[in-house]
């Protein structure tokens, strides 16, 4: 199911497109684009007006065919300013609100003066001297404040299309063309005074140059995910050249590079440290709050914060191959996808307006025939208002906000989800596959028990296996030193050693023999274990636990028991998966007894054990051939058929597991709960989006009959341009106010905290 992401053969170019004012601007941008020779696909994205080509094709040329179907891009490299990029989006907010004011500041002064009956009739002497010098400050007006409209509408007209400018065109500018008429021939009219409709179309320009500047201003704060991360990346890195210590900008900085840290500075690049010792903040990139640690070898990731020590370390990634860069290409990608319900609209838009169009002059001619006195003056103002109602601004937003918001939301909760149709499908899961190693457990083994016999102690236990293992290569060794290390024990040295395959190691420690490893061992050693000893040895075994027996002088003298642990919080995230009905089955290519005994501890009643990587994907076939929605749940390398087989696959790691391919979702923390997160933002995603959708077409519903005046007839109720405007505007302000409730939406960690 997983949309395709950008890979390294198929080159991706982002613009930035000016001009665009609704919906119906980018089927326009989108037929331009694609008509590029060697461009692959294009994805335009109204609400943060950028477009996303892939393909070999020179930006050049795709700025041309921007600019020729009469818009304008520019192309956006690298980790953009974060501060440029809030400045032109003030910029612009500044500009339509200004643009809002002038329509204003004439607008309502005439409209509250012809309510009040101050202005002169348009057919009187003072009217034939008053009216043009109106209709001329309101021509200005349309060109300041209504200027993009027409140009916009101008440019829909000669590609063959329809928009929501040209709504607003039509509307606006026939109100001016219809009134200034009316200053020459106001007595050819009909019966009643006739009434010019000037104020109408400068305020009508208000309320929509007002509601686009809201639209900017949260269309501003949607990004506020991306931009902090971008102001992640410090601007210099400190490189050692020729022995020498300098500052560079970060974009000079080259692989393999040794760089330098010092105490509170930010990490520059991705690398591995090579000299030195430090504790290193990640919680911005793993949302893990306790400081890690690091020591030669440890990987360090560009944008988190160095606490304490100076170190050196060695750039192995830069640029776009950082993991932030990453980060913030998996944000941008999941905010540019349009989930079906966006592709739903898109597909209705692409008919409404031209519908609304026709519509229009068919009320038009309704009211010219059958209308009351002035029955021109109803035609005109009926057919007006229908225009400037359904402009469908509040239908081009209804899913990209939505998505925009849930996106960084997930960001910056530490979960990356890398498409939109993901953020849709995952609140659909009814069955979610585990892996074990890693995703269910700490996927670090650590010594869980130690048993000490007559004559000796735990502590003592624990040294003596922990000095017969330095020497050892086993994967296991690893956890004895370290407990060992933790309760800070002395480790003797050994002599004679010697390495049994398959059953453990002997040596001399302290002038006596001792062995440790399995039970097979001591039997060839002759060594006899107690029925108690027997015992515990097996309770340890079928808790899946590896037991591992301690021989001192031919007597066992304990038990060390090492395992990987379930993660802290998995039984209760599996248990709240099961809660809301999901589905929870475990498949790992471990034995099936640690396998049952792990999943016994996590709740998980259905285990697939043994399962090689590559069949982990028939798993998740098998249980989409019976109806499932499935998740995949993984470390996102052994398990990539599976993850990309699934409906929706999540790939649980470090911050520096971003770059899996085979993931739709990246959960940053290793906790499950994250899953839980990502499957409520996904139901609270599509329900704010039906929300939405719902609103905006009940809104042109029940609006565009109104306006075409069927409460006419029996209220007498007839609606005015200048209200149409206000309701138009302020049902895109509703749809923007409801997405952003998204940021808002309680999370797991909101409860935790």
């Known amino acids: 199911m997983n949309n395709e992401i950008q890979t390294d053969s198929t080159p991706e170019i982002r613009l930035s497109i000016l001009g665009m004012s609704c919906a119906g601007c980018v089927g326009a941008v989108e037929g331009a684009l694609k008509q590029v020779p060697g461009v692959e696909s294009v994805n335009v994205n109204f609400a943060n007006h950028t477009a996303t080509v892939q393909g070999n094709v020179d930006p050049e040329q795709l700025k041309q065919a921007v600019q020729e179907a009469g818009y304008d891009a520019a192309v956006m490299e690298g980790l953009e300013d974060p501060a440029e990029e809030e400045q032109q989006e003030m910029a612009r907010y500044q500009k339509l609100i200004k643009k809002a004011i002038v329509a204003a500041a004439f ?17 009187s002497e003072a009217g034939q001297v008053f009216w043009p010098y109106v209709s001329l400050i309101t021509l200005g007006i349309l060109y300041y404040s209504g200027g993009h409209f027409f140009q916009g509408a101008i440019k829909s007209f000669k590609l063959g299309q329809a928009n929501m400018d040209t709504l607003i065109a039509l509307g606006t500018g026939a109100a001016w063309f219809y009134s200034t008429i009316l200053i020459d021939f106001a007595d050819k ?62 974009e000079d900085v080259g692989l393999g590079e040794t760089i330098r840290v010092r105490p509170g500075e930010k990490i520059p690049v991705d690398g591995e440290v090579i000299e030195g010792h430090s504790t290193v903040d990640e919680s911005m990139l793993t949302g893990e709050s306790m400081p890690v640690e690091k020591t030669v070898g440890s990987e360090v990731v560009a944008g988190t914060m160095n606490i304490k020590g100076s170190f050196l370390f060695k750039a192995t ?29 898109d597909k209705i838009s692409a008919i409404f307006v031209p519908a609304v169009v026709a519509i229009s002059v068919f009320t038009f001619f309704v009211w010219l025939i059958f209308g009351p006195e002035p029955s021109l003056g109803y035609a005109f103002v009926t057919s007006m208002t229908v225009l400037v109602i359904a402009c469908p601004c509040a239908l081009g937003l209804a899913t990209p906000i939505s998505v925009m918001v849930a996106v960084g939301r ?36 650590s010594v869980t028990a130690i048993e000490a016999f007559t004559g000796f102690k735990k502590d003592e236990v624990l040294r ?87 021989a001192v002088d031919g007597k066992i003298a304990g038990i060390i028991a090492v395992s990987d642990p379930i993660k802290k919080d998995s039984s209760e995230a599996i248990k709240r998966l099961q809660g809301q009905g999901i589905r929870v089955l475990m498949v790992t290519g471990d034995n099936e007894v640690t396998a049952k005994a792990i999943a016994k501890q996590a709740g998980i009643s259905e285990v697939r054990a043994q399962v090689l990587p590559e069949d982990k ?35 649980i790691g470090t911050g520096t597991d971003v770059a899996i ?78 997405a952003n409730r998204l940021r808002w939406i309680k999370l797991s960690e909101d409860n935790d905290e």
């Open 410 to 445: 997930a960001a910056q909760m530490g979960i990356l989800i890398r498409n939109g149709e993901a953020l849709q499908v995952a609140g659909k899961i009814s069955s979610i596959i585990l892996d074990k190693t890693g995703t269910v457990t700490e996927g670090k083994p």
């Open 464 to 550: 003596c296996a922990a000095s017969l293992e330095a020497g050892s290569e086993h994967p296991l060794a690893a956890a004895i030193l370290a407990a060992a290390k933790e309760k800070s024990l002395p480790l003797t040295k050994v002599s004679k050693f010697e390495a049994i395959a398959g059953h453990g190691i002997c040596a001399e420690s302290e002038e006596q023999p001792m062995c440790f490893g399995n039970e097979a061992l001591m039997e060839s050693r002759g060594i006899k274990l107690t029925t108690t000893q027997k015992k515990k040895l097996d309770g340890l075994s079928e808790q899946g636990q590896t037991a591992m027996l301690l």
């Open 317 to 345: 990634r830069i640029g776009r191959d950082t993991a932030l860069a990453q980060i913030i290409e998996s944000v941008r990608q999941a905010q540019s996808t349009k989930p079906a319900l966006a592709r739903l609209a």
């Open 661 to 738: 391919e085979s993931a739709d979702i990246v959960i940053m923390q290793g906790s499950l709960l994250k899953v839980l997160d990502a499957i409520a933002l996904s139901k609270a995603t599509v329900l704010n989006i039906k929300q939405n959708l719902f609103g905006a077409f009940i809104y042109n519903s029940i609006g565009i009959p109104v306006a075409a005046g069927v409460l006419y007839p029996v209220f007498g109720i007839l609606l005015s341009p200048m209200i149409a405007g206000a309701a138009m505007a302020m049902s895109s302000v509703t749809v923007v106010t409801n």
């Open 107 to 123: 607008g309502f002064p005439l409209m509250i003066a012809g309510h009040l009956g101050w202005l002169p009739e348009i057919d």
């Open 189 to 250: 009219m009909p019966s009643l005074s006739p009434h010019a409709y000037f104020e109408a179309s400068v305020i009508i320009l208000a309320f929509i140059n007002f509601g686009s500047a809201l639209e900017t201003r949260a269309r501003g704060k949607t990004s506020a995910a991306i931009r902090e991360l971008i102001g992640l990346q410090p601007r210099t890195a400190r490189v050692i050249r020729d022995g020498q210590e300098m500052d560079v900008p970060i």
């Open 617 to 651: 994907a028939k798993v998740v076939k098998e249980l989409q051939g019976q109806g499932e929605i499935v998740g995949m749940v993984g470390d996102g390398i052994n398990d990539a058929p599976a993850l990309a087989q699934a409906n929706v696959g999540f790939a």
